[in-house]
């Protein structure tokens, strides 16, 4: 797994656990990462493995190694990150964009099940469906290209596994989420966060790729500072009646 840190003179921490896929050299990652740095945070962020076949060893451990010793920090997550980051202790606020606590829409259950129980870690399994309309409208040519195409049998059963053994979600968290969004599974966000914590936006499933994204700046700076309590009111909100 690869980190870096952005903005080390910044005054507070910041871990950002990015989701499958997404890179440090993808320009709508930048742009939240300037976003937040530009906020005052030292932003350490992690690039994920896109292949796994131990899900604890592989993405938990080495991220809560790494923030053993960083206190205080906020903790801010992008869909596979986020099924991270339920697993994470010590963060002030917990913020998830799009968490990934199951599969969306886009996937057959019946065949992930089959998939999960083919004896191999060899990553053959194609990967479709995560084109603009997925994503958002924002995301780059650069970023539809490097997108990896394949997963193992072996991350296909880590990752359902971990799913449905979420450990319960801080009280105080935030989701930012799209209705729209085919990644990751919307009844999985609605079964662990109450709707007064969740934050809908108009997009897919990355907020930072949405046309929206710069309205959504303002409450997700004030959820990572102020946890729940700062979105209330906007969650209660439709997205199309929210001020440009």
């Known amino acids: 797994m690869r980190n870096r840190v952005f903005n080390d003179e910044g005054e507070d921490d910041l871990v950002f656990v990015m989701g499958w896929g997404n890179r440090f050299t993808h320009e709508n990652v930048s742009w939240l990462i300037g976003t937040l740095s530009n906020a005052g945070y030292r932003v350490h962020a992690f690039e994920l493995p896109t292949d796994i076949d131990d899900f604890k060893a592989d993405w938990v451990e080495p991220v809560a190694e790494y923030v053993h010793d960083l206190e205080p920090y906020q903790l801010l997550s992008h869909s596979a990150g986020g099924l991270i980051a339920q697993a994470i202790d010590g963060a002030e606020n917990h913020v998830y964009l799009a968490p990934f606590w199951g599969y969306g829409s886009m996937w057959y259950d019946e065949a992930l099940d089959l998939a999960a129980a083919i004896p191999s870690d060899f990553p053959f399994l194609p990967v479709r469906g ?115």
């Open 130 to 244: 995560l084109d603009r309309d997925a994503l958002g409208s924002k995301a780059t040519d650069h970023q539809l290209a490097t997108q990896p195409r394949w997963v193992s049998p072996a991350f296909v059963r880590e990752t359902l596994h971990a799913q449905r053994t979420t450990l319960e979600i801080d009280h105080d968290a935030v989701v930012f989420c799209s209705l729209r969004d085919p990644v990751v599974d919307l009844a999985a966000i609605g079964e662990r966060v109450p709707p007064e914590h969740v934050v809908l936006y108009d997009g897919g499933h990355e907020l930072f790729s949405s046309e929206s994204r710069d309205r959504y700046v303002d409450p997700l700076l004030s959820a990572l500072t102020d946890g729940a309590d700062a979105v209330e009111d906007w969650a209660a909100v439709p997205p199309v009646a929210r001020p440009a």
